[in-house]
């Protein structure tokens, strides 16, 4: 079946650090990719997304590019702030799945803490 | 913004009690999701609605939990009777897949859920 898997938190970084949070996917079909964030208290947000290989989605200053040879979606950040501090979520959407529907296969969930 | 719409944003009740969570998805959209996240299991995804019929509830407990759409604008999560361990926040998200499995779920702030 389809899984992602992330790398384990927490993460601590000083604001302005680079950020790399590693997500690599398995998945039956051509998958979407998306990264969410959960701020403390909210539900999780939309952040980026990329939808074929090569695709780079971007926002927020965060970035992701779609390797479809290595089967990951790595999330980067030039310059972190301590805004930043939240929980990252991986997720694939497979259009391979049968029943129809955009379900999510959601990662564990990465939680990134920024100090001044 | 369209947003997605839980109530009540929190519950405290005592065991035994029937809980009925809310979700009011986004105007136009054809999926709904109910999903539980613990410090434990994380986000579970719990049963899914595209176009009102359930998909999978193959996630819910299917001896005390009851997901229903009786409306296009209306999902209920029902608990009954509740247990101290269904302490979690219930997350609602919509979506829409007529444009294609590329479109991204938006989540509710979640209904905080404690079962004393």
């Known amino acids: 079946g389809d899984s992602v898997t992330q790398m384990e938190g927490p993460v601590t970084l000083s604001e302005e650090a680079f950020l790399t949070i590693n997500c690599t996917y398995t998945?039956?079909?051509?998958?979407?990719l998306f990264w969410y964030v959960q701020y403390p208290g909210e539900g999780l947000q939309l952040l980026l997304k990329?939808?074929?290989?090569?695709d780079k989605g971007s926002n927020k200053g965060f970035e992701a590019t779609y390797r479809k040879e290595t089967t990951s979606f790595h999330l980067e950040k030039g310059s972190v702030q301590v805004s930043d501090s939240a929980v990252y979520f991986c997720?694939?959407?497979?259009?391979?799945?049968?029943?129809?529907?955009?379900?999510?296969?959601f990662g564990t969930g990465t939680q990134l803490k920024v100090e001044l | 913004d369209a947003r997605v719409t839980q109530t009540p944003r929190h519950k405290v009740t005592e065991m035994g009690q029937e809980v009925t969570m809310r979700c009011q998805p986004i105007?136009?959209?054809?999926?709904v999701f109910w999903y539980r996240q613990t410090m434990m299991q994380g986000l579970e995804l719990l049963a899914y609605f595209r176009n009102r019929a359930p998909l999978d509830d193959s996630g819910m407990p299917k001896d005390r939990f009851s997901a229903e759409m009786p409306d296009a604008t209306l999902a209920t999560l029902k608990i009954q009777p509740s247990e101290p361990r269904d302490s979690a926040v219930y997350f609602c998200?919509?979506?829409?897949?007529?444009?294609?499995?590329?479109?991204?779920?938006?989540f509710g702030d979640g209904t905080r859920l404690s079962i004393l």
């Open positions: 998200a919509s979506g829409s897949d007529l444009q294609g499995f590329n479109q991204p779920q938006h």
């Open positions: 998945a039956t079909g051509y998958p979407s």
């Open positions: 990329a939808t074929k290989a090569d």
């Open positions: 105007l136009g959209h054809n999926t």
């Open positions: 997720a694939l959407s497979d259009p391979g799945l049968t029943g129809g529907g955009n379900k999510l296969t």
